[in-house]
């Protein structure tokens, strides 16, 4: 599916600029508009908000770009000034490498929190990346930004757009510090659609709830998630210029599917990760309240083990479900694990159940459903389990 | 120090009823009063809350009992009807055994999430209970709670009370499913001191905040958490009637210091914790700001594996700060770790800091400070580390 995937008007790269603590792996990514693009930008909520982010901001906020460059290796967050300067050097070396402006690019990092950027190994290189940016190059943009991922992350639809064939393609990373809060980890969407810069935000903002915010690995949020979408309106087709437009649902629903298959690629490869889990909890009496629980039962190292050793030890989510301050009845929660019974009433269905659940959770993935029958709202959240290979990568993450 | 305490008018015991999965270890244990004694609990705020939570919160707020009973290898939560059913046959057992009234009895239960309490193994044993318990049997009632816990946890202290000599002595137990909110794991407490049942409420609820609620293993809290405390009156102290009594200062002070000491047992002795972590966050505008950001520190998996490999990762103590909500100005952090400054100003001080923390990290116990900069609240919070044992401890829990 990453073979030969094109969307008109982008190019990508990928190289090695030594930025990573061992060589071998190529750690700059770029993105780069053959014309000026519009462009959307949803970024980290953390009060640490990484000197790239700082800097993105106000140029993602002019609805325009021309390239978005990332790194691997360094996060350059809690750098103070001299981070905020190098994250400056990163974003201006492409003046002389491609004649783009400091203010038409994007950039964003990943790795260690608290140390600086090299910004001089990615002004030897840049040059040398923007010659090897071609349009087929996703895959290596992909590799270029891999910290813990054990696979690289690529997505793509084509649809129709305002009866213009349209393709949505992105690229993300991500594995631990997972969970962002109206945000995301790093993550680069391109599109040849036609649209302004306001429904452009927009549709950005929807896509990100139902696929990068539903992804929790550890309950973490990163001083660095950030999520661009760039249009180079190549697909020519009416230029959308409003949520009104019939066409804004078509491409939303694109974006949507593509944002959503990233968001599962990143809890299915999360750290130490053997299983992909969804959490729906249903029958919420608001979002809120199945987004909560959702993300309680989700985070909660003990049914993340639970889930790890295939146990259908569903007390745990109960005892989950039930601190989240919502005074929710036991005796009207049920359980599924991927469609078989495992509680009704509150009460457990007995060892037969808890057999046939285990039998399902032995598998790659499965889906928990929690239903409250207190109203109608819903809300998935993706995640994964808990292995001690967590622990592990975490702890030798710096050594 | 388990040897020998006493606490005058109280009898402790503990045997082994079957109740466990694996045979071989004591699981029921006893406190009886010689007569009927002053009582003040704290229960978990879950709404699952378990059946003999459900049981024993009426008989509490009577603020008189005469025994606490309580076992370990069921916890009796998720149970419905009939797990009701089977804890007031618990309680009711010590009618015939001793006379006891079931609204006198102060039950507790630990252990799998979702298992019926046999009720007949523990009517079958407590004549035997009754006979064992003596007024040196501490050490017996700690044994008979633990779960996963790997040592016993018992603490005492003396003191004056009103110009008597007073002693105050608890047992605790809890290893894993630990962040108590507003209440505790199972624990009780007796004192000989005389104290009427408002104020030892009272106490108990002020002696909670800096002791059990300051700990977190997982941010998990149980269906079971339960904290009792008696008191005899033996002490012959003048009776301490209310909160404004020089006395009951007094009391509060040794009462708060044992449930201190047992806090930092639970925490200790965290599933497979290697390191005990006491997290401390200062010069916070109030003490809900100190609380949220300490926990948010102490449950960060991120920031547990780093202390576990003795790694001064402070990025990821950043990390965690920034995303409660406070809108935090990174350039007025500073950290330290164990009096070891590593952080100034929202930046890290290089690698001979970061060495020097780690020196104080490979201990078995350290302390992280954060200072905020923007008040006078302050906050500590009681944890541990997160090592691959933990995954292991809790995927394997019920296998």
Not at 114 to 132: F, H, N, Q, S, T
Not at 137 to 149: H, K, N, P
Not at 233 to 251: F, M
Not at 299 to 306: D, E, F, G
Request: proline fraction near 4%; include cysteine; aromatic fraction near 4%.
């Amino acid at each position: 599916m990453a073979g030969e995937i094109v969307v008109p008007g982008f190019r990508w790269g990928g190289l090695e600029a030594g930025i990573r603590k061992r060589p071998g792996r190529p750690d700059l990514a770029l993105l780069i508009a053959d014309e000026p693009a519009v462009a959307a930008a949803v970024f980290t909520q953390s009060d640490m908000a990484a000197a790239p982010v700082q800097l993105s901001r106000p140029v993602a906020a002019t609805g325009r770009a021309r390239a978005v460059l990332m790194n691997a290796g360094c996060a350059n967050a809690c750098t103070g000034e001299a981070g905020f300067e190098a994250a400056r050097r990163m974003a201006a070396s492409l003046q002389q490498a491609a004649g783009i402006a400091p203010t038409e690019v994007l950039t964003a990092s990943t790795g260690v929190i608290g140390a600086l950027l090299p910004a001089e190994k990615i002004e030897a290189r840049i040059a040398d990346l923007v010659a090897a940016a071609r349009p087929e190059g996703i895959r290596d943009f992909s590799l270029a930004i891999m910290t813990t991922d054990t696979r690289e992350k690529v997505a793509s639809k084509q649809g129709t757009v305002g009866g213009k064939t349209v393709t949505v393609a992105g690229v993300c990373k991500g594995a631990g510090m997972i969970m962002p809060n109206m945000a995301t980890m790093l993550a680069c969407v391109a599109t040849d659609a036609s649209i302004e810069a306001a429904p452009l935000s927009a549709l950005l903002r929807s896509a990100v709830w139902p696929s990068f915010n539903a992804v929790t690995v550890d309950g973490d949020t990163s001083t660095n998630d950030t999520l661009y979408l760039l249009a180079s309106g190549k697909a020519a087709n009416e230029k959308i210029t409003s949520e009104r437009d019939a066409a804004y649902g078509e491409l939303l629903a694109l974006v949507r599917e593509v944002c959503i298959e990233l968001a599962k690629k990143i809890a299915a490869d999360g750290e130490g990760a053997t299983k992909f889990v969804e959490v729906s909890v249903e029958e919420a009496r608001d979002e809120n309240e199945a987004d909560v629980i959702a993300r309680r039962i989700a985070n909660s190292p003990l049914v993340k083990t639970a889930w790890h050793a295939a146990d259908a030890n569903w007390g745990r989510i109960m005892a989950a479900a039930g601190t989240c301050g919502f005074s929710l009845d036991p005796s009207k929660v049920s359980i599924e694990v991927s469609g078989v019974p495992l509680v009704r009433g509150g009460v457990g269905l007995g060892a037969a159940a808890e057999d046939a659940a285990t039998e399902k959770m032995k598998g790659p993935a499965f889906v928990v459903t929690v239903k409250l029958s207190r109203g109608a709202a819903q809300r998935s959240v993706f995640t994964c389990d808990y292995s001690a290979d967590y622990v592990k990568i975490n702890a030798e993450y710096r050594t």
